[in-house]
């Protein structure tokens, strides 16, 4: 019954979004709604896949609610953090791809490079810098996720790790937690929803995940947070109740464990 009542509070909250589209948000929704995923030959295997959503210049929008005190340099020094976390723990056959969605420098390059095998620059595709004009933080979040998996769809892989480029592992994490051919999600059951700050996949299936985060997307764009989202539309979902590992500050102040 509670699953049921959250479930009818969910779809009234997103009939109520329906009155806050204008003409960025629907330029977006059908802007994704036809962008297809295309299918690309498997270069190579990796055991895990790690894939960092960054934006490390944040404040170059001021649609969005971010941290004016949360400088880009301690957001460079924190996505620098979450690569050695992993390397600290993950010894071989690993790939860590950098998704940026913010415009950065060449110096900022060069010291992510340093750590990590690969950036995924889309800070000047469209579809981002239309997301980055939508308040709902989970709308460039999505975007970078969609384009991510046409990236991800070159490999083939055991695990994909989704990670929020300002958290980092821990030594709680244990790839004990994690079910095979599910979405490894940390639940919270208070909220009914999951954290999007770090999930693992280890289905071989990315064009699942490219369709559930482009529904995902479709419910930012009516004002609800992409957790809800992926909770209310995933499927394959093992929920974790103890604590996976991970930890940092939400949007550079409260600092959290999960």
């Keep these: 019954m509670t699953l049921l009542l959250s479930n009818i509070k969910f779809f009234l909250k997103l009939s109520r979004g329906l009155f806050t589209l204008n003409f960025l948000k629907l330029n977006l929704l059908f802007k994704i709604f036809f962008f297809e995923f295309k299918k690309n030959k498997k270069e190579s295997y990796y055991k895990d896949i790690f894939l960092i959503t960054s934006c490390i210049n944040h404040l170059d929008t001021d649609n969005i609610n971010y941290n004016i005190d949360h400088t880009s340099n301690q957001r460079l020094d924190e996505l620098v953090e979450t690569i050695n976390s992993i390397k600290s723990i993950f010894k071989e056959n690993y790939k860590i791809i950098i998704c940026e969605n913010s415009i950065i420098n060449s110096k900022q390059k060069n010291k992510i490079l340093i750590h990590a095998n690969q950036i995924l620059d889309i ?30 769809n ?29 979405i490894n999600f940390k639940y919270y059951k ?18 699942y995940i490219f369709k559930l985060i482009k529904k995902v997307l479709y419910v930012c764009l009516l004002g609800e947070p992409a957790e809800n989202g992926v909770r209310f539309f995933s499927s394959y979902k093992n929920y974790i109740y103890n604590e996976i590992g991970v930890e940092g500050k939400v949007n550079g102040v409260t600092f959290i464990k999960e």
């Design 154 to 182: 070159k490999y083939n892989y055991e695990r994909l790790h989704f990670v929020t480029g300002r958290y980092k592992l821990n030594e709680k994490f244990s790839l004990l937690n994690f079910q095979k051919n599910k």
């Design 123 to 152: 800070s000047k595709k469209k579809l981002t810098l239309i997301s980055r004009k939508i308040e709902n933080k989970g709308v460039p979040w999505s975007v970078s996720i969609i384009f991510s998996c046409l990236e991800l």
């Design 190 to 207: 208070e909220h009914n929803n999951v954290s999007t700050r770090y999930f693992c996949y280890t289905r071989k299936d990315i064009f």
